[in-house]
Protein backbone atom coordinates (compact mmCIF):
# COMPACT_ATOMS: atom_id res chain seq x y z
CA UNK A 1 0.00 0.00 0.00
CA UNK A 2 1.59 3.55 -1.27
CA UNK A 3 2.03 5.48 1.97
CA UNK A 4 1.78 9.45 1.94
CA UNK A 5 3.41 12.29 4.13
CA UNK A 6 0.83 14.72 5.23
CA UNK A 7 1.39 18.16 4.09
CA UNK A 8 0.33 19.02 7.81
CA UNK A 9 2.80 18.45 11.01
CA UNK A 10 0.57 19.00 13.20
CA UNK A 11 0.40 17.88 16.90
CA UNK A 12 -2.03 14.78 16.53
CA UNK A 13 0.75 12.86 14.20
CA UNK A 14 0.81 9.13 15.47
CA UNK A 15 2.98 6.06 14.23
CA UNK A 16 0.94 4.50 11.68
CA UNK A 17 -0.68 0.54 12.62
CA UNK A 18 1.16 -1.84 9.92
CA UNK A 19 -0.02 -2.81 7.29
CA UNK A 20 -0.42 -6.82 8.03
CA UNK A 21 -2.55 -5.71 11.19
CA UNK A 22 -4.94 -3.57 8.70
CA UNK A 23 -5.07 -6.20 6.73
CA UNK A 24 -6.23 -8.26 9.12
CA UNK A 25 -8.70 -5.74 10.73
CA UNK A 26 -10.52 -5.16 7.47
CA UNK A 27 -10.88 -8.71 6.49
CA UNK A 28 -15.22 -8.75 7.08
CA UNK A 29 -14.91 -6.44 4.50
CA UNK A 30 -14.32 -9.50 1.79
CA UNK A 31 -17.57 -10.89 2.39
CA UNK A 32 -19.65 -7.66 3.07
CA UNK A 33 -17.98 -6.43 -0.35
CA UNK A 34 -18.25 -9.40 -2.03
CA UNK A 35 -22.12 -9.86 -1.47
CA UNK A 36 -22.68 -5.83 -2.33
CA UNK A 37 -22.74 -6.20 -6.16
CA UNK A 38 -24.72 -9.21 -6.15
CA UNK A 39 -26.90 -8.13 -3.69
CA UNK A 40 -27.91 -5.88 -6.11
CA UNK A 41 -26.88 -6.60 -9.65
CA UNK A 42 -27.35 -10.37 -9.97
CA UNK A 43 -29.51 -11.33 -7.81
CA UNK A 44 -32.62 -8.79 -9.09
CA UNK A 45 -31.29 -9.75 -12.76
CA UNK A 46 -31.64 -13.70 -12.38
CA UNK A 47 -34.47 -13.57 -10.03
CA UNK A 48 -36.54 -12.37 -12.94
CA UNK A 49 -35.15 -14.02 -15.88
CA UNK A 50 -34.63 -17.54 -14.18
CA UNK A 51 -36.59 -17.89 -11.38
CA UNK A 52 -39.80 -15.60 -13.27
CA UNK A 53 -40.07 -12.85 -10.29
CA UNK A 54 -42.01 -9.96 -11.58
CA UNK A 55 -39.57 -6.68 -12.17
CA UNK A 56 -41.60 -4.25 -10.64
CA UNK A 57 -42.23 -7.06 -7.58
CA UNK A 58 -38.52 -7.32 -7.25
CA UNK A 59 -38.32 -3.34 -6.84
CA UNK A 60 -41.16 -3.21 -4.30
CA UNK A 61 -39.96 -5.84 -2.30
CA UNK A 62 -35.85 -4.70 -2.55
CA UNK A 63 -37.54 -0.76 -1.90
CA UNK A 64 -39.73 -2.17 0.98
CA UNK A 65 -36.86 -4.14 2.73
CA UNK A 66 -34.46 -0.94 2.18
CA UNK A 67 -37.09 1.25 3.89
CA UNK A 68 -37.37 -0.86 7.03
CA UNK A 69 -33.48 -1.02 7.70
CA UNK A 70 -33.90 3.09 7.81
CA UNK A 71 -35.40 2.42 11.19
CA UNK A 72 -33.19 -0.17 12.10
CA UNK A 73 -29.52 1.23 11.06
CA UNK A 74 -29.80 4.17 13.20
CA UNK A 75 -31.10 1.95 15.95
CA UNK A 76 -28.19 -0.09 15.35
CA UNK A 77 -25.96 2.32 15.85
CA UNK A 78 -27.41 4.51 18.73
CA UNK A 79 -27.29 1.45 20.95
CA UNK A 80 -23.62 0.55 19.72
CA UNK A 81 -22.48 4.28 20.65
CA UNK A 82 -24.35 3.04 24.21
CA UNK A 83 -22.91 -0.69 24.39
CA UNK A 84 -20.91 -1.77 27.15
CA UNK A 85 -19.13 -4.51 27.45
CA UNK A 86 -15.89 -6.66 28.81
CA UNK A 87 -15.38 -7.02 24.76
CA UNK A 88 -15.83 -3.30 23.93
CA UNK A 89 -18.22 -1.55 22.05
CA UNK A 90 -18.42 -1.90 18.96
CA UNK A 91 -16.98 -6.21 18.69
CA UNK A 92 -20.61 -7.52 19.91
CA UNK A 93 -22.38 -5.85 17.06
CA UNK A 94 -20.11 -7.40 14.56
CA UNK A 95 -20.32 -11.02 15.37
CA UNK A 96 -23.82 -11.10 16.02
CA UNK A 97 -24.38 -9.45 12.67
CA UNK A 98 -21.95 -11.38 11.19
CA UNK A 99 -23.80 -14.22 11.67
CA UNK A 100 -27.40 -13.31 10.85
CA UNK A 101 -25.09 -11.89 7.76
CA UNK A 102 -24.02 -15.38 6.99
CA UNK A 103 -27.40 -16.74 7.47
CA UNK A 104 -29.36 -14.31 4.64
CA UNK A 105 -27.00 -14.50 2.54
CA UNK A 106 -27.21 -18.19 2.58
CA UNK A 107 -30.84 -17.85 1.67
CA UNK A 108 -30.84 -15.23 -1.18
CA UNK A 109 -28.06 -16.99 -3.33
CA UNK A 110 -29.56 -20.39 -2.41
CA UNK A 111 -33.15 -20.04 -3.20
CA UNK A 112 -35.29 -22.82 -3.68
CA UNK A 113 -36.76 -23.38 -7.56
CA UNK A 114 -40.25 -21.23 -6.55
CA UNK A 115 -39.40 -18.18 -4.95
CA UNK A 116 -42.25 -16.40 -3.07
CA UNK A 117 -42.32 -13.01 -2.07
CA UNK A 118 -42.54 -13.96 1.49
CA UNK A 119 -39.10 -16.06 1.21
CA UNK A 120 -37.53 -13.20 -0.10
CA UNK A 121 -38.79 -10.73 2.32
CA UNK A 122 -37.81 -12.81 5.11
CA UNK A 123 -34.44 -13.51 3.41
CA UNK A 124 -33.96 -9.49 2.91
CA UNK A 125 -34.92 -9.14 6.34
CA UNK A 126 -31.88 -11.15 7.88
CA UNK A 127 -29.36 -10.28 5.35
CA UNK A 128 -29.91 -7.23 5.70
CA UNK A 129 -30.22 -6.51 9.53
CA UNK A 130 -26.95 -8.66 9.49
CA UNK A 131 -25.22 -6.54 6.93
CA UNK A 132 -26.25 -3.18 9.03
CA UNK A 133 -25.34 -4.66 12.64
CA UNK A 134 -21.61 -5.43 10.92
CA UNK A 135 -21.14 -2.27 8.88
CA UNK A 136 -22.39 0.08 10.87
CA UNK A 137 -20.42 -1.18 14.21
CA UNK A 138 -16.84 -1.62 11.99
CA UNK A 139 -17.09 1.80 10.16
CA UNK A 140 -17.75 3.16 13.64
CA UNK A 141 -14.47 0.99 14.92
CA UNK A 142 -12.65 2.27 11.99
CA UNK A 143 -13.21 5.75 12.61
CA UNK A 144 -11.95 5.76 16.12
CA UNK A 145 -8.64 3.27 15.94
CA UNK A 146 -7.33 6.73 15.00
CA UNK A 147 -7.42 10.45 15.38
CA UNK A 148 -5.31 11.40 12.57
CA UNK A 149 -7.12 13.21 9.49
CA UNK A 150 -5.05 11.13 6.89
CA UNK A 151 -4.30 8.10 8.86
CA UNK A 152 -8.31 7.38 8.78
CA UNK A 153 -8.58 7.90 5.03
CA UNK A 154 -5.50 5.43 4.56
CA UNK A 155 -7.67 3.03 7.02
CA UNK A 156 -10.44 3.54 4.56
CA UNK A 157 -8.18 3.28 1.75
CA UNK A 158 -6.94 -0.62 3.19
CA UNK A 159 -10.94 -1.32 3.15
CA UNK A 160 -11.32 -0.05 -0.27
CA UNK A 161 -8.35 -1.75 -2.11
CA UNK A 162 -9.74 -4.86 -0.06
CA UNK A 163 -13.23 -4.56 -1.18
CA UNK A 164 -11.94 -3.82 -4.77
CA UNK A 165 -10.30 -7.22 -4.43
CA UNK A 166 -13.00 -9.13 -3.31
CA UNK A 167 -15.47 -7.58 -5.61
CA UNK A 168 -12.97 -8.93 -8.53
CA UNK A 169 -12.98 -11.95 -7.34
CA UNK A 170 -16.56 -13.07 -6.78
CA UNK A 171 -17.36 -11.69 -10.27
CA UNK A 172 -14.47 -13.92 -11.57
CA UNK A 173 -16.71 -16.96 -10.79
CA UNK A 174 -19.90 -15.48 -12.77
CA UNK A 175 -17.78 -14.56 -15.44
CA UNK A 176 -16.29 -18.18 -16.05
CA UNK A 177 -19.48 -20.06 -15.31
CA UNK A 178 -21.13 -17.92 -18.39
CA UNK A 179 -17.77 -19.36 -20.44
CA UNK A 180 -19.38 -22.87 -19.52
CA UNK A 181 -22.90 -22.29 -19.44
CA UNK A 182 -24.14 -19.42 -20.31
CA UNK A 183 -26.90 -17.45 -18.50
CA UNK A 184 -27.16 -20.16 -15.89
CA UNK A 185 -28.58 -17.75 -12.86
CA UNK A 186 -28.71 -20.85 -10.41
CA UNK A 187 -24.90 -21.37 -11.35
CA UNK A 188 -23.72 -18.25 -10.63
CA UNK A 189 -25.77 -17.63 -7.46
CA UNK A 190 -24.41 -20.52 -6.37
CA UNK A 191 -20.63 -19.75 -7.13
CA UNK A 192 -20.87 -16.13 -5.45
CA UNK A 193 -22.99 -17.27 -2.47
CA UNK A 194 -20.56 -19.98 -2.05
CA UNK A 195 -17.96 -17.42 -1.82
CA UNK A 196 -20.06 -15.09 0.60
CA UNK A 197 -21.07 -17.46 3.00
CA UNK A 198 -17.93 -19.32 3.12
CA UNK A 199 -15.09 -16.66 3.67
CA UNK A 200 -18.22 -14.28 6.09
CA UNK A 201 -17.30 -16.30 9.79
CA UNK A 202 -13.39 -16.44 9.20
CA UNK A 203 -13.10 -13.09 8.69
CA UNK A 204 -15.13 -12.15 11.24
CA UNK A 205 -13.14 -13.99 13.21
CA UNK A 206 -9.78 -12.19 12.09
CA UNK A 207 -11.32 -8.59 12.16
CA UNK A 208 -12.95 -9.24 15.98
CA UNK A 209 -8.71 -10.13 16.88
CA UNK A 210 -7.12 -7.27 15.09
CA UNK A 211 -7.48 -4.09 17.19
CA UNK A 212 -8.22 -4.09 21.23
CA UNK A 213 -11.36 -2.27 22.05
CA UNK A 214 -11.54 0.24 25.48
CA UNK A 215 -13.62 -1.53 28.11
CA UNK A 216 -14.55 1.45 30.39
CA UNK A 217 -16.60 3.71 29.14
CA UNK A 218 -18.09 7.15 30.15
CA UNK A 219 -21.55 6.57 31.79
CA UNK A 220 -23.55 6.30 28.66
CA UNK A 221 -27.51 8.46 28.84
CA UNK A 222 -30.46 6.53 27.92
CA UNK A 223 -31.74 5.61 24.51
CA UNK A 224 -33.98 8.39 23.26
CA UNK A 225 -34.89 8.63 19.68
CA UNK A 226 -35.46 12.44 19.94
CA UNK A 227 -32.00 13.37 20.91
CA UNK A 228 -30.74 10.67 18.29
CA UNK A 229 -32.45 12.33 15.83
CA UNK A 230 -31.66 15.77 16.63
CA UNK A 231 -28.06 14.78 16.75
CA UNK A 232 -28.38 13.45 13.02
CA UNK A 233 -30.71 16.24 11.84
CA UNK A 234 -29.11 19.60 13.36
CA UNK A 235 -26.04 18.44 11.97
CA UNK A 236 -25.87 20.01 8.67
CA UNK A 237 -22.67 18.95 7.39
CA UNK A 238 -23.38 15.41 8.48
CA UNK A 239 -26.25 15.83 5.84
CA UNK A 240 -24.69 17.15 3.39
CA UNK A 241 -22.17 14.26 3.45
CA UNK A 242 -25.34 11.89 3.69
CA UNK A 243 -27.03 13.35 0.91
CA UNK A 244 -24.04 13.39 -0.81
CA UNK A 245 -23.38 9.32 -0.02
CA UNK A 246 -26.88 8.58 -1.28
CA UNK A 247 -26.55 10.73 -4.76
CA UNK A 248 -23.38 8.89 -5.60
CA UNK A 249 -24.71 5.73 -4.22
CA UNK A 250 -28.03 6.02 -6.35
CA UNK A 251 -25.63 6.88 -9.74
CA UNK A 252 -24.06 3.61 -8.92
CA UNK A 253 -26.78 1.43 -8.44
CA UNK A 254 -28.60 2.98 -11.46
CA UNK A 255 -25.71 1.99 -13.35
CA UNK A 256 -24.77 -1.38 -11.42
CA UNK A 257 -28.70 -2.93 -11.19
CA UNK A 258 -29.03 -2.22 -15.62
CA UNK A 259 -25.54 -3.05 -16.71
CA UNK A 260 -26.78 -7.08 -17.16
CA UNK A 261 -29.13 -5.55 -19.34
CA UNK A 262 -27.09 -2.76 -20.85
CA UNK A 263 -24.60 -5.70 -21.78
CA UNK A 264 -26.29 -8.54 -23.21
CA UNK A 265 -29.37 -7.57 -24.61
CA UNK A 266 -28.67 -3.31 -25.55
CA UNK A 267 -24.71 -3.91 -26.72
CA UNK A 268 -25.61 -7.75 -27.97
CA UNK A 269 -22.55 -8.81 -25.97
CA UNK A 270 -24.06 -11.36 -23.35
CA UNK A 271 -20.65 -13.01 -23.00
CA UNK A 272 -19.26 -9.53 -21.62
CA UNK A 273 -22.49 -9.38 -19.00
CA UNK A 274 -20.29 -10.99 -16.40
CA UNK A 275 -16.86 -10.05 -17.97
CA UNK A 276 -17.30 -6.42 -17.92
CA UNK A 277 -17.71 -5.50 -14.27
CA UNK A 278 -14.66 -8.23 -14.37
CA UNK A 279 -12.60 -5.87 -15.83
CA UNK A 280 -13.50 -2.63 -14.27
CA UNK A 281 -12.65 -4.31 -11.07
CA UNK A 282 -9.36 -4.58 -12.26
CA UNK A 283 -8.44 -1.04 -12.61
CA UNK A 284 -10.75 -0.49 -9.38
CA UNK A 285 -7.78 -2.24 -7.10
CA UNK A 286 -5.42 0.21 -7.84
CA UNK A 287 -7.83 3.26 -7.37
CA UNK A 288 -7.67 3.13 -4.15
CA UNK A 289 -3.87 4.06 -3.43
CA UNK A 290 -4.25 7.03 -6.27
CA UNK A 291 -7.08 8.68 -4.28
CA UNK A 292 -5.18 8.68 -1.30
CA UNK A 293 -2.27 10.39 -2.76
CA UNK A 294 -5.00 12.91 -4.08
CA UNK A 295 -6.82 13.29 -0.97
CA UNK A 296 -3.40 13.46 0.74
CA UNK A 297 -2.60 16.60 -1.12
CA UNK A 298 -6.10 18.35 -1.65
CA UNK A 299 -8.01 16.87 1.18
CA UNK A 300 -10.88 14.64 1.42
CA UNK A 301 -13.76 17.03 0.22
CA UNK A 302 -11.75 18.18 -2.87
CA UNK A 303 -11.01 14.68 -3.85
CA UNK A 304 -14.59 14.05 -3.55
CA UNK A 305 -15.60 16.55 -6.01
CA UNK A 306 -13.00 15.66 -8.22
CA UNK A 307 -13.65 12.37 -8.46
CA UNK A 308 -17.93 12.41 -8.43
CA UNK A 309 -16.79 14.90 -11.64
CA UNK A 310 -15.11 12.57 -13.42
CA UNK A 311 -18.31 10.20 -13.24
CA UNK A 312 -20.32 12.34 -14.62
CA UNK A 313 -18.21 12.59 -18.00
CA UNK A 314 -17.47 8.32 -18.18
CA UNK A 315 -21.26 8.47 -17.21
CA UNK A 316 -22.33 10.65 -19.96
CA UNK A 317 -19.87 8.96 -22.47
CA UNK A 318 -22.24 6.20 -22.45
CA UNK A 319 -25.04 7.96 -24.64
CA UNK A 320 -22.75 7.02 -27.52
CA UNK A 321 -22.66 3.61 -26.69
CA UNK A 322 -24.05 1.31 -29.69
CA UNK A 323 -23.66 -2.10 -30.33
CA UNK A 324 -21.07 -1.56 -32.95
CA UNK A 325 -18.51 0.30 -30.79
CA UNK A 326 -18.10 -1.97 -27.69
CA UNK A 327 -14.28 -0.42 -27.44
CA UNK A 328 -16.01 2.68 -25.91
CA UNK A 329 -17.44 1.00 -23.25
CA UNK A 330 -14.52 -1.05 -22.51
CA UNK A 331 -12.62 1.96 -22.68
CA UNK A 332 -15.09 3.47 -20.49
CA UNK A 333 -15.10 0.81 -18.36
CA UNK A 334 -10.98 1.44 -17.45
CA UNK A 335 -11.79 4.72 -16.60
CA UNK A 336 -14.37 4.05 -14.25
CA UNK A 337 -12.26 1.24 -12.57
CA UNK A 338 -9.55 3.59 -12.22
CA UNK A 339 -12.23 6.59 -10.88
CA UNK A 340 -14.25 3.61 -8.82
CA UNK A 341 -15.13 4.39 -5.25
CA UNK A 342 -13.00 7.70 -4.95
CA UNK A 343 -16.25 9.86 -3.34
CA UNK A 344 -17.25 6.76 -1.31
CA UNK A 345 -13.98 6.61 0.12
CA UNK A 346 -13.37 10.05 1.02
CA UNK A 347 -17.17 10.66 2.59
CA UNK A 348 -16.67 7.46 4.83
CA UNK A 349 -13.25 9.08 5.97
CA UNK A 350 -15.38 12.20 6.82
CA UNK A 351 -18.14 10.95 8.99
CA UNK A 352 -14.98 10.43 11.83
CA UNK A 353 -14.15 13.84 11.61
CA UNK A 354 -17.58 15.33 11.81
CA UNK A 355 -18.11 12.60 15.04
CA UNK A 356 -15.07 14.74 16.27
CA UNK A 357 -16.30 18.21 15.64
CA UNK A 358 -20.17 17.13 17.14
CA UNK A 359 -18.48 15.06 19.98
CA UNK A 360 -15.86 18.53 21.06
CA UNK A 361 -19.02 20.45 20.73
CA UNK A 362 -21.55 18.65 22.53
CA UNK A 363 -19.84 16.02 25.00
CA UNK A 364 -21.72 13.69 22.92
CA UNK A 365 -20.67 10.02 21.49
CA UNK A 366 -22.40 10.16 17.92
CA UNK A 367 -20.13 7.81 15.98
CA UNK A 368 -21.69 4.67 15.97
CA UNK A 369 -25.07 6.61 15.27
CA UNK A 370 -23.35 9.15 12.37
CA UNK A 371 -21.95 5.73 10.69
CA UNK A 372 -25.59 3.64 11.26
CA UNK A 373 -26.83 6.46 8.84
CA UNK A 374 -24.19 6.67 6.60
CA UNK A 375 -24.50 2.64 6.36
CA UNK A 376 -28.24 3.73 5.34
CA UNK A 377 -27.27 6.31 3.04
CA UNK A 378 -25.43 3.57 1.01
CA UNK A 379 -29.08 0.93 1.10
CA UNK A 380 -31.01 4.35 0.44
CA UNK A 381 -29.27 5.16 -2.76
CA UNK A 382 -29.18 1.48 -3.93
CA UNK A 383 -32.49 0.46 -2.75
CA UNK A 384 -33.63 3.59 -4.84
CA UNK A 385 -31.83 2.51 -7.60
CA UNK A 386 -33.51 -0.55 -8.09
CA UNK A 387 -37.17 0.78 -6.91
CA UNK A 388 -36.84 3.44 -9.76
CA UNK A 389 -34.62 2.56 -12.07
CA UNK A 390 -36.03 -1.19 -13.49
CA UNK A 391 -39.73 0.16 -13.04
CA UNK A 392 -38.65 3.19 -15.27
CA UNK A 393 -36.90 0.98 -17.86
CA UNK A 394 -40.06 -1.69 -17.58
CA UNK A 395 -42.30 1.85 -18.38
CA UNK A 396 -40.27 2.57 -21.24
CA UNK A 397 -41.18 -0.62 -22.91
CA UNK A 398 -38.32 -2.60 -21.77
CA UNK A 399 -38.65 -6.61 -20.88
CA UNK A 400 -35.69 -8.69 -20.58
CA UNK A 401 -37.96 -11.69 -21.38
CA UNK A 402 -38.78 -10.89 -24.90
CA UNK A 403 -36.82 -12.12 -27.44
CA UNK A 404 -36.42 -8.84 -29.32
CA UNK A 405 -36.86 -5.39 -27.51
CA UNK A 406 -38.16 -2.25 -29.40
CA UNK A 407 -36.04 0.39 -30.44
CA UNK A 408 -37.61 3.31 -28.55
CA UNK A 409 -37.25 0.39 -25.56
CA UNK A 410 -33.53 -0.38 -26.32
CA UNK A 411 -33.05 3.68 -25.51
CA UNK A 412 -34.83 3.89 -23.07
CA UNK A 413 -32.19 1.62 -21.05
CA UNK A 414 -29.54 3.55 -22.76
CA UNK A 415 -30.85 6.80 -21.27
CA UNK A 416 -31.87 5.86 -18.13
CA UNK A 417 -28.11 3.41 -17.84
CA UNK A 418 -26.26 6.79 -18.90
CA UNK A 419 -28.39 10.01 -17.26
CA UNK A 420 -29.31 8.40 -13.97
CA UNK A 421 -25.47 7.51 -12.48
CA UNK A 422 -24.51 11.06 -14.58
CA UNK A 423 -26.86 12.89 -12.58
CA UNK A 424 -26.49 11.34 -9.01
CA UNK A 425 -22.64 12.05 -9.82
CA UNK A 426 -23.11 15.34 -10.18
CA UNK A 427 -25.55 15.89 -7.43
CA UNK A 428 -22.60 14.41 -5.05
CA UNK A 429 -20.42 16.76 -6.07
CA UNK A 430 -22.36 19.56 -5.28
CA UNK A 431 -23.41 18.54 -2.16
CA UNK A 432 -19.64 18.29 -0.73
CA UNK A 433 -18.30 21.17 -2.82
CA UNK A 434 -16.29 24.15 -0.08
CA UNK A 435 -16.67 21.71 2.73
CA UNK A 436 -15.70 23.83 5.64
CA UNK A 437 -13.87 20.93 7.88
CA UNK A 438 -10.63 20.23 5.86
CA UNK A 439 -7.53 19.01 7.53
CA UNK A 440 -6.14 22.22 9.46
CA UNK A 441 -10.06 22.62 11.12
CA UNK A 442 -9.93 18.74 12.13
CA UNK A 443 -6.07 19.06 13.60
CA UNK A 444 -7.31 22.03 15.79
CA UNK A 445 -10.25 20.04 16.83
CA UNK A 446 -8.44 16.58 17.57
CA UNK A 447 -5.72 19.21 19.22
CA UNK A 448 -8.70 20.07 22.05
CA UNK A 449 -10.17 16.63 22.28
CA UNK A 450 -6.94 15.35 23.25
CA UNK A 451 -5.72 18.11 25.80
CA UNK A 452 -9.12 17.37 27.97
CA UNK A 453 -13.36 17.41 28.20
CA UNK A 454 -13.77 21.06 26.92
CA UNK A 455 -17.22 20.76 26.22
CA UNK A 456 -19.43 23.85 24.60
CA UNK A 457 -23.06 22.58 25.96
CA UNK A 458 -24.12 19.74 28.12
CA UNK A 459 -23.97 16.44 27.05
CA UNK A 460 -27.31 14.42 27.01
Known sequence: MTEFRSPFADA??????????????????????????????????????????????????????QILNA????????????????????????????????????????????????????????FNLGWAAVQTAFLAWSGEITGHYHQRTRIATYQTVIGAIALFVVLVLPAIADQFRPADGRLQLTLMGGLIVAT??????LTLTAFREPTEFAPASPFSVGQSLRAVFANRLLLRVLFSDVAVRAGQGVRGTLMVFFIGIYMQRPEWAAGLFLFQYVFGIIAGPIWLRISARFGKHRAAVAGELVQVVINLGLIFATPDNFGLVLALAVAQGLSQG??????????ADIADKHRYETGEERTGLYYSVFSLSEKAGGALAIGIALPLVAWLGFDPKLATNSTEALHGLLYVFALGPALGHLVSALLVARFPLDEAAHSEIRRRLDAGPTVLSPAE
Open 200 to 205: ALPAML
Open 71 to 126: VLDPLVGALSDRTRSRFGRRKPWVAAGGVLFTLGGALLFFPPAQISAGYIIAALLL
Open 12 to 65: QAEPPHSPSRLLRFSAIVVPVYAAAMPATVYLPAIYARDFGVPLALIGALFLAG
Open 342 to 351: SGNLMLRSMV
